[in-house]
């Protein structure tokens, strides 16, 4: 990244951080991620989002139609965003920016946003014990982001900038078939 | 026929005397001279003959010598060629043995490699078709009870390790 677009994003994360409770930022960011996560597994409406050749006016209303459906009460900064993205033709990057943004809170804010990946949601009390135990490693305070992936097997994955627990069945299935070619 | 002819007798003495004169000073020396010159001749032919007859004689030596020093030198060469040969032949016997053992061991090594792979292979193969039939079988068993039971196991055996 240049130094002109790290600029830009401080900024755009700095708005949204100065003009909110962490609490209100930690449910921007999880809404963001939502929408990130819903537009990269649907091509069709990536496709129709990132195209700077069709209409703007179409693009916003298909970006809001698409936060709605999925956010009931979706934050008016998580649009804000979104719109100044597509605005800005910058909504391709959107992947890259919310790489970003975790940088961006474990250097500027202190808070590890941790990515948890699962078949099924998982609530915070099963998720207390890795809360902990990430928060004395790293000495930040954490915040979980949810993805929930219904082809995965079981178990769940968390990850965050620079590390990652794998705790999935996927990972204990191929240990096994480790061990049998391994003959261990 | 009693009367002695004295004249006659010294004429007669007279003819012999100049005969003899006349061979000592004009016949004699020619005829000294080419008995002489035949006579060193005939030495000299015979020296030469003589040292001929030696030199014959030393080069009939030292072929006899030659002719036994090749005898023995012939039979020191067949006895090196022998012992050569002999030497050639067990070095050709252990090396054709070590190439043999080698490619032996080759072919074992490489048998043992094939093994190896195939079973290696299956193996992998095995493990893939074990693996793809746990998590389908995995994937359709495992609902959310049964997911939060096994982070919960997940838990367990991490708490165990610490």
């Known amino acids: 990244m240049n130094k002109k677009e790290e600029a830009i994003y401080y900024s755009l994360f700095q708005s949204i951080v100065s003009n909110n409770e962490p609490k209100a930022t930690v449910r921007i960011v999880r809404e963001l991620y939502k929408i990130h996560w819903f537009i990269s597994d649907n091509r069709q409406i990536q496709y129709y989002l990132e195209n700077i050749l069709e209409d703007k006016k179409v693009r916003e209303d298909i970006l809001l139609l698409t936060v709605h459906k999925l956010l009931e009460d979706p934050c008016e900064y998580t649009l804000a965003f979104l719109i100044y993205l597509l605005r800005k033709n910058l909504l391709h990057k959107l992947s890259y ?6 940088y961006y809170f474990a250097k500027e804010r202190n808070l590890l946003l941790v990515e948890v990946i699962s078949r099924y949601p998982l609530d915070e009390q ?16 954490v915040a979980f982001v949810h993805k929930t992936v219904p082809n995965m ?5 968390l990850r965050w900038h620079e590390g990652e627990i794998d705790a999935t ?11 049998i070619i391994q003959r261990k | 026929m009693g009367s ?5 007798i010294l004429w ?20 000294f001279y080419y008995i002489e010159a035949r006579r060193k001749k005939i030495e000299s032919l015979q020296s030469s003959y003589e040292r001929r007859n030696k030199e014959i004689l030393d080069l009939t030596e030292k072929i006899k010598e030659e002719s036994l020093n090749a005898s023995e030198r012939r039979k020191k060469i067949l006895i090196d060629t022998k012992n050569e040969c002999t030497t050639m032949r067990k070095d050709l016997i252990h090396k054709a043995h ?6 032996l061991d080759m072919a074992r090594l490489e048998i043992k490699k094939e093994k190896d792979k195939s079973f290696q292979e299956v193996r992998q193969d095995v493990s893939v078709i074990i693996a793809k039939s746990i998590k389908e079988v995995l994937y359709n068993i495992v609902d959310e009870d049964l997911d939060k039971r096994v982070i919960e196991e997940i838990k367990k055996v991490v708490t165990s390790v610490e």
């Open chain 1, 97 to 102: 920016i919310m790489h970003f943004f975790k």
């Open chain 1, 126 to 141: 099963t998720l207390s014990f890795y809360k902990q135990k990430i928060e004395t490693t790293n000495k930040m305070q």
């Open chain 1, 153 to 157: 097997l079981g178990g769940f994955k």
């Open chain 1, 169 to 179: 069945l996927r990972r204990r299935v191929d240990k096994i078939k480790d061990i």
């Open chain 2, 4 to 8: 002695t002819n004295y004249l006659l």
């Open chain 2, 12 to 31: 007669n003495l007279i003819a012999f005397l100049l005969m003899l004169i006349i061979i000592r000073y004009a016949i004699w020396p020619k005829l």
């Open chain 2, 98 to 103: 070590m190439e043999a053992s080698s490619v």
